[in-house]
């Protein structure tokens, strides 16, 4: 169960790096490298969250519906 939150609090920090550098962009008008920063920090964590999700379904700590319903 805690698999479950750890993905979730990675995806928080995913949007919330999105969001400091939408910041960035708009208050710097780019004469700085932090939205540079920011979009490398959420690629890290997004590689990171694919990474984890895998190793999870890999040792079957979370598993995958099926997209229809079963009858």
Do not use: C
Not at 36 to 63: D, H, K, M, P, Q
């Amino acid at each position: 169960m805690i698999i479950k939150y750890l993905i979730v609090a990675i995806f928080v920090a995913i949007v919330a790096s999105l969001g400091s550098s939408l910041y960035y962009m708009l208050k710097d008008e780019g004469k700085s490298k932090r939205m540079v920063n920011s979009l490398t920090v959420r690629i890290s964590l997004s590689v990171a969250l694919f990474i984890l999700l895998f190793v999870s379904w890999y040792f079957g700590l979370i598993e995958p519906h099926p997209v229809a319903p079963q009858p």
